[in-house]
Each structure stands twice: as structure tokens, then as C-alpha cells.
């Protein structure tokens, strides 16, 4: 594919509605997000009915608004990639179906874009971090939606190593901010509390840490939370209380990330790096533990910019590029699937 070909990305499988136009030299020529925060804040989480018409009421502004940056007119895009899964199917289906109408209207090549492959794939988009990473290396996705220890082989190649058996470690932390009163997202209200307050006071359970393998338990941790919050005299943690549990929880989540990236690393001893991703990966107690253990492999812990952690149409579109480079492009016809494993992407 010529560097100065250019492909328009659209994400819209969760709670971010985004479009960007990218040049295949890793160029990002116009880029635009709108968090959904404010409509589904009322709610204490995402709702997946107002996430879809948000999607719909959004997305063609956007479209519009980063095809006007970048100077280009869709006849002039070498193809259009869109988030096809996994993420909730009312969003997806805006996309996606928004991205191949364009592709059909001016004939060309169209991409469904799994999420998670757009995540992993995101160390390697030229300028994103100081050292390009190489292949094979350990992606941790820690996000509202996922939890997974990946092996990224190669675009295409991906070995999941290990994942949660119940929520997604935002999820965790978006719950247990619930808990102590902080208001959704959660996790960066909970990480400011957390500053001001003792993590040994109130000492809380560490899932699975030591354990063989690299999956992950959140569960009991926020059962724990809650009872340290029932405990609590007259079952009202005063502001101390609040933050001293904040500050055990997001201790007991580090230890437990290191600890479970540490056995992904010895599952993949040809490892170049461990590379983050996700609103977690925004967490600094989380990246110093993880950096640390990262580091006791002699390796680095490579986080891009916290607007490519997080849900962006910059890694849709770098994903439809080097898709578009082997040649693998979608039928028109291609549904859009809420549940989709990276395993089942090998060509
Ligand atoms: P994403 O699913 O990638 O869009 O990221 C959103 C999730 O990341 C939510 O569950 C947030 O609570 C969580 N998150 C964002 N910032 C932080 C932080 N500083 N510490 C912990 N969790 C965070
Ligand atoms: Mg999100």
C-alpha cells in the first residue's frame, strides 16, 4: 500500500464515538472522540439503548468533521475501517453500517475491525511510543469491558493467554467507586481518593495472586469492598474510612496485575515488551507495578498516550491498514459480532 494512502476508521462499540483519517505512514491526518460520560452517568453505567442512538446522532458529524481535516474527499480514502465487534450490537451495527454504505457509495475496500485486535496493534503505529515494539510481545487490555493477557505473534496472530472469570477490571473499579460514593467512570475518582488515604489500614483479599496461570478475579474484591463499607461504624465509612479503602483496593489490584502479568511473561518467554491498554492503563498505581515486574524481565512496560489507551478510532484505522496491506479485506455483507475472540482472527 502507497504511505501516502489514507483510511478513515470509525469506533463505536462501547461508550466512545470516534472517527479518524490516518495515512498508512502512520500520519494521523485528523482525529475525533466524544465520550458518552454525561448521558450515561445518570445510570451509574453504560446503557446499551442510549449508547446506540448516541452512536447514530454522532458518528456522521464526526465522519464529516475529520474528512474536512484531513483535505480528502471519500473517493480519495484507500478503504474504510469500522469496529465490527466484539462491543455492544447496537453501536456496532451504526458503524459498521455507516462505514460500508461510504465504502459502497464510492467503491472501496471495507474492513471490519475487531476492537481488540485495534487495541493490540496500537504499539506498533509509528510515533505512538519512543521504541516501536516488535513481535511477539505481551499485551495486558485492561479496560471497562475486557481483562486479557494477550500474545501478539504477528497482525492476525494473537494467543489469549489468560482473562477474567467475571468482571473487567474497570468494571471493578467503576463498582467499587459505587460503593464508596464516588460518582461513574470510577476509577479516577477512586485513584484521586486513594492518594490521601492508608492502604495497610484496612487490608483487603488479592484474588488469584500467586496462583498458576494469568486469569484474573475481580468479584470477591468487590465483595470485600463492601463489607469494609458495612463494617464501618453505623455502616457510614467516614472520608478517611473511604479513602484508606480506596487505597487497599487499588493496592490489591496492582499486586494482583503484577503478579498475573509475571506468569503471562513466563508464558511468552520471547517477549520484546509488556504493553498496556485500556482506561486502567491511565492508573499510575497500576502502571509503577506493572513497570516494576515488567522490569525484573529486563523489559520494558511501553504505554501509548492515554487517548490511544482508550477507546479511539486512530487504532481502528491503523488496524484497517495493516489489514489492508496483506490483503484482507470484508465483504459488505459482514455481520457485526458482539462476541468475537482474537483467536478466531488467524487467516
Ligand atoms: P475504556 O473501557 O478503555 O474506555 O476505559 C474506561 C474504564 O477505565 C472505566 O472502567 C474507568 O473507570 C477506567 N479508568 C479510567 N481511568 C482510570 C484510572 N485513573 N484508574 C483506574 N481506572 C480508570
Ligand atoms: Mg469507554
Known amino acids: ?59 456522521p458529524r464526526l465522519v464529516a468533521q475529520v474528512m474536512e481535516k484531513a483535505g480528502l474527499e471519500f473517493s480519495q480514502l484507500a478503504g474504510i475501517a469500522a469496529t465490527s465487534g466484539p462491543g455492544l450490537i447496537g453501536g456496532l451495527i451504526v458503524g459498521s453500517t455507516l462505514g460500508k454504505g461510504i465504502a ?38 485492561l479496560s471497562g469491558g475486557h481483562c486479557q493477557c494477550v500474545a501478539v505473534e504477528g497482525v492476525g496472530r494473537y494467543r489469549r493467554l489468560g482473562t477474567t472469570l467475571d468482571d473487567a477490571v474497570g468494571e471493578a473499579f467503576d463498582k467499587a467507586a459505587k460503593l464508596l460514593g464516588l460518582p461513574w467512570p470510577g476509577g479516577p475518582a477512586l485513584e484521586r481518593l486513594a492518594k490521601a488515604g492508608n ?29 469494609a463499607v458495612a463494617r464501618c461504624p453505623g455502616g457510614a465509612p467516614s472520608d478517611q474510612d473511604k479513602a ?15 503478579d498475573r502479568a509475571k506468569h503471562a511473561l513466563a508464558m511468552l518467554p520471547e517477549a520484546t515488551a509488556m504493553v498496556v491498554a485500556g482506561g486502567v492503563a491511565a492508573n499510575q498505581a497500576v502502571r509503577g507495578a506493572l513497570s516494576a515486574a515488567a522490569a525484573k524481565r529486563g523489559l520494558p512496560l511501553v504505554a501509548p498516550p492515554i487517548r490511544l489507551c482508550t477507546d479511539n478510532a486512530v487504532m481502528v484505522a491503523w488496524a484497517g ?19 468475537w475472540p482474537l483467536e478466531g482472527l488467524a487467516a
Not at 502507497?2 to 466512545?16: K, N, P
Not at 484482507?328 to 462476541?339: I, K, N, S, V, Y
Request: glycine content about 6%; some cysteine.
Open 321 to 339: 491498514v495493516e489489514r489492508l496491506r496483506l490483503g484482507l479485506t470484508d465483504e459488505l455483507g459482514h455481520a457485526p459480532r458482539p462476541r
Open 199 to 227: 492502604p495497610a489500614r484496612i487490608p483487603l483479599p488479592r484474588p488469584l495472586l500467586g496462583r498458576p496461570g494469568c486469569d484474573f478475579s475481580w468479584s470477591g474484591l468487590k465483595t470485600a469492598v463492601a463489607h
Open 244 to 258: 484508606d479503602i480506596a487505597a487497599a483496593f487499588q493496592a490489591a489490584v496492582a499486586a494482583v496485575l503484577a
Open 104 to 141: 459502497l457509495a464510492h467503491g472501496l475496500p471495507f474492513v471490519a475491525v475487531n476492537h481488540l485486535e485495534a487495541h493490540a496493534l496500537t504499539a506498533t503505529l509509528p510515533g505512538v511510543v519512543e521504541t516501536p515494539v516488535r513481535f511477539p510481545y505481551l499485551l495486558l487490555l
Open 1 to 59: 500500500m502507497d504511505t501516502e494512502a489514507a483510511v478513515l476508521g470509525l469506533e463505536s462499540s462501547c461508550d466512545e464515538t470516534a472517527a479518524a483519517v490516518l495515512r498508512a505512514d502512520g500520519t494521523i491526518l485528523a482525529e475525533a472522540v466524544l465520550s458518552q460520560e454525561k448521558e450515561h452517568s445518570p445510570y451509574g453505567g453504560v446503557v446499551p439503548e442510549i449508547a446506540a442512538r448516541a452512536h447514530l446522532e454522532h458518528l
